[in-house]
């Protein structure tokens, strides 16, 4: 018996390390990868380019019948064969690559069919793909020179830098109506090597609602084809816009500072000096250089009125409505939530919550606002209104539906969303509270013991109480407090008056507490070193305390508004300066390295504090020049 268990655990430790064995190998085979990679697939005619065929996996060494792709529009050179090999945790990897030079002929788009190769009893191809060719231009050539009024150091003309390195700024419509986002992409195109960017103005959004979209960090150049050339393209910046008015808008240019690399020349004069003027030997400078965007036209249209809700609150867009209340019954005088969500594309901060239509006996007060925005291709979110309600009166409430409604722009008509209706059974509160009828304006009816006292028909009892004396120490304070209520008011006036001969120190404390109240939530983001926020908060605090402090509309509120109302003011133009600096901090801060950004905080956070210090005192000089 002993025997034939131990025959059975043989059999089956062989079975278990042949499964192991064909598993592993199995294993091999499926981990093995055959890819195609390509230095550039948008190329001029004539530039050369690397295509790579890469063979991965743990047993790439017995690979046989490699079969290339026909190369027949293109000057091809290779392959040329290079291998990698690499131990990671015991597992064993490798991979082979097979390396073509190529070089287009004639322009147009040329595919590239696959290429195969066999390993084992497998065939392994890779997927065909397509490349650009464009026509090779020398016009612009950094090199050159220019016999153009505007030229650099190195006889290079301005418009010849101009036609190499330029943005581009688009939106993805030219119409749009009153409230309709619009995206507006900003794409600097270049064919020089570039260094140092620097924005030297940011364009301004004259009767629009501009909400920033958020871009990568670190600047990618990807090759573009532009107009039939090659170029490096990076988005540099993205905004959402929602007109504000109707009728032809602009969107100022765009500009950036930057170094542009060009080629010295040398002057021929003999064997060496050709010599060293080959490519090889060419030294480069740098030459300052500013790209600057085209205009944006939009053309705003109004609003249609034709079949406009009486409830419509001019929210454009595509929204959804969710409406829930957290009880269903409650006790009298005990609250409940209403919860309104509007979610979807569009203005989310600008959205309003419908109108609630509650019986007389439920007291609403103000909601509370959330919204979540998300900033990555557009604008989209949501914007929740949390609702207090308390019942006054026992028995059952009824919330009649709530309706939001708002202009499609997909389907280009109105559209009204409508809620559920809520019925609330509402109990009867412990304690003595008394019923609170519809017409009793909300307030408690107090009962009195008594509500008619009769007519006494005896005549009342009279007893003494005690003569009147003025040794009592009762009648002393009497006597004595019009001399200390005038010493008080003495001493207070003595104080105001100490106070207002150091008016510079009061107004400085003064300010300099309104200014740590605005900032605090920037201080915060400063303690927990959280970078990106910071400077965000910044800005939006600097906005919300000019909009609060100008009395700006929060449709209107933008960079050309607030620095055209300081103006208008009479502020000093250090102060206009300090704050034109500091907003573009905000905004440059985007392109700087992660250090560079933390070295900036603590300045920039002080810098704000004295800003709005300045401010109030400006205001508060001109406010007391004007008495």
């Known amino acids: 018996m002993s025997f034939k268990l131990l025959w059975v655990n043989i059999n089956s430790f062989l079975i278990v390390c042949a499964l192991l064995f064909f598993s592993g190998a199995s294993s091999d085979i499926l981990a093995q990868s055959f890819t195609v990679e390509v230095s550039s697939k948008v190329v001029s005619v004539g530039e050369q380019f690397q295509l790579s065929f890469v063979l991965s996996g743990s047993n790439v060494g017995n690979a046989t019948g490699f079969q290339p792709p026909s190369f027949k529009d293109f000057r091809a050179n290779g392959p040329f064969q290079s291998s990698s090999f690499q131990v990671v945790n015991g597992r064993t990897s490798a991979s082979q690559s097979l390396v073509y030079t190529l070089a287009a002929t004639s322009k147009g788009k040329f595919t590239i069919g696959s290429a195969s190769i066999n390993l084992g009893s497998q065939t392994f191809k890779t997927a065909p793909f397509t490349i650009e060719v464009v026509e090779s231009s020398n016009k612009g050539n950094a090199g050159g020179n220019a016999k153009s009024s505007g030229t650099t150091s190195?006889?290079?003309?301005?418009?010849?830098?101009?036609?190499?390195?330029?943005?581009?700024?688009?939106?993805?419509?030219?119409?749009?109506?009153?409230?309709?986002q619009i995206i507006v992409t900003y794409k600097l195109f270049t064919r020089m090597q570039i260094a140092?960017?620097?924005?030297?103005?940011?364009?301004?959004?004259?009767?629009?609602?501009?909400?920033?979209i958020s871009t990568p960090q670190v600047l990618n150049l990807q090759?573009?084809?532009?107009?039939?050339?090659?170029?490096?393209?990076?988005?540099?910046?993205?905004?959402?816009?929602?007109?504000?008015?109707?009728?032809?808008?602009?969107?100022?240019?765009?500009?950036?500072?930057?170094?542009?690399?060009?080629?010295?020349?040398?002057?021929?004069?003999?064997?060496?000096?050709?010599?060293?003027?080959?490519?090889?030997?060419?030294?480069?400078?740098?030459?300052?250089?500013?790209?600057?965007?085209?205009?944006?036209?939009?053309?705003?249209?109004?609003?249609?009125?034709?079949?406009?809700?009486?409830?419509?609150?001019?929210?454009?867009?595509?929204?959804?409505?969710?409406?829930?209340?957290?009880?269903?019954?409650?006790?009298?005088?005990?609250?409940?939530?209403?919860?309104?969500?509007?979610?979807?594309?569009?203005?989310?901060?600008?959205?309003?919550?419908?109108?609630?239509?509650?019986?007389?006996?439920?007291?609403?007060?103000?909601?509370?606002?959330?919204m979540d925005i998300n900033r990555a291709a557009g604008i989209t979110g949501k914007k929740t209104f949390d609702y207090l309600l308390v019942p006054r009166s026992e028995g059952k409430v009824e919330i009649p539906p709530l309706k939001f409604s708002y202009y499609d722009t997909k389907k280009k008509s109105y559209e009204t969303l409508t809620s559920q209706s809520f019925m609330v059974e509402v109990e009867k509160g412990e304690g003595q509270f008394a019923n609170v009828t519809a017409n009793s304006g909300k307030e408690d009816v107090v009962l009195l013991n008594q509500d008619i006292r009769y007519i006494k028909t005896k005549e009342p009892s009279l007893q003494s109480i005690g003569g009147y004396s003025i040794y009592k120490p009762f009648t002393w304070m009497l006597l004595l407090a019009p001399v200390f209520a005038v010493a008080g008011l003495l001493f207070y006036k003595r104080r105001e008056t100490l106070l207002l001969s150091d008016l510079t120190s009061l107004k400085t404390r003064k300010a300099e507490k309104l200014a740590k109240s605005k900032l605090k939530a920037a201080e915060k983001?400063?303690?927990?070193?959280?970078?990106?926020?910071?400077?965000?908060?910044?800005?939006?605090?600097?906005?919300?305390?000019?909009?609060?402090?100008?009395?700006?509309?929060?449709?209107?509120?933008?960079?050309?508004?607030?620095f055209d109302t300081v103006e208008i003011k009479t502020m000093k133009s250090e102060t206009i300066l300090s704050l034109r600096s500091a907003l573009d901090e905000c905004e440059f801060a985007r392109f700087a390295p992660v250090e560079d950004k933390r070295q900036g905080m603590q300045g920039l956070y002080?810098?704000?504090?004295?800003?709005?210090i300045d401010i109030e005192a400006e205001l508060l000089e001109k406010k007391r020049g004007m008495k």
Request: aromatic content about 10%; overall charge neutral.
């Open 525 to 562: 983001t400063l303690k927990l070193e959280q970078v990106d926020q910071f400077y965000t908060v910044i800005s939006s605090s600097l906005f919300g305390y000019l909009e609060d402090k100008f009395s700006i509309p929060k449709a209107e509120l933008s960079r050309d508004r607030i």
């Open 606 to 612: 002080s810098k704000s504090i004295k800003l709005i």
């Open 154 to 180: 190195n006889q290079v003309s301005t418009s010849q830098l101009s036609e190499n390195c330029f943005i581009i700024a688009s939106a993805d419509k030219s119409s749009a109506l009153v409230g309709e």
């Open 196 to 212: 140092q960017p620097q924005i030297s103005k940011l364009p301004s959004y004259k009767g629009f609602w501009a909400e920033e």
């Open 223 to 370: 090759r573009e084809n532009y107009n039939g050339k090659v170029f490096s393209a990076v988005v540099l910046k993205k905004v959402a816009l929602f007109p504000s008015q109707s009728g032809a808008l602009d969107v100022t240019p765009f500009k950036l500072k930057l170094k542009v690399a060009i080629e010295k020349k040398r002057k021929s004069q003999g064997f060496f000096d050709d010599f060293f003027n080959d490519p090889f030997f060419q030294q480069q400078e740098l030459v300052e250089f500013e790209a600057v965007s085209n205009t944006v036209k939009i053309n705003a249209s109004a609003l249609p009125d034709d079949k406009k809700p009486a409830n419509f609150t001019n929210a454009v867009g595509s929204y959804k409505m969710d409406v829930s209340i957290d009880k269903q019954k409650v006790k009298q005088h005990d609250p409940l939530t209403m919860k309104i969500t509007i979610s979807g594309s569009g203005n989310i901060q600008l959205v309003e919550a419908p109108e609630i239509n509650l019986p007389a006996s439920v007291d609403k007060f103000d909601p509370k606002t959330n």
